[in-house]
């Protein structure tokens, strides 16, 4: 009988040692993920900044492009204008 007491005691001494390291280690994981999902989100933040620059950028070269093109048919505009006038 007491060697009953003592083997349960010391498998619920070990048992206790166990659930500490499983409590240490679960906490270790827990803010593990935690930090994983931080980077994730600051990573995310920084490519949608990246985004909107491309962005922006693309869109400026679209409107210039369009000045140009619109003066591009304004000029041939006025040519065509000028040589019809030649031939009346």
Request: aromatic share 2%.
């Amino acid at each position: 009988m007491r060697t009953m007491f003592f083997a349960a005691v010391a498998a619920s001494m070990s048992l206790t040692a166990c659930s500490e390291n499983t409590e240490d280690k679960a906490a270790a994981t827990a803010d593990n993920a935690g930090a994983t999902v931080a980077s994730a989100a600051s990573d995310t933040a920084a490519n949608a900044e990246a985004a909107a620059d491309s962005t922006a950028a693309a869109t400026r070269e679209a409107a210039s492009n369009v000045d140009a093109a619109a003066g591009t048919a304004a000029r041939k505009t006025d040519a065509a204008v000028d040589a019809a006038a030649r031939t009346e």
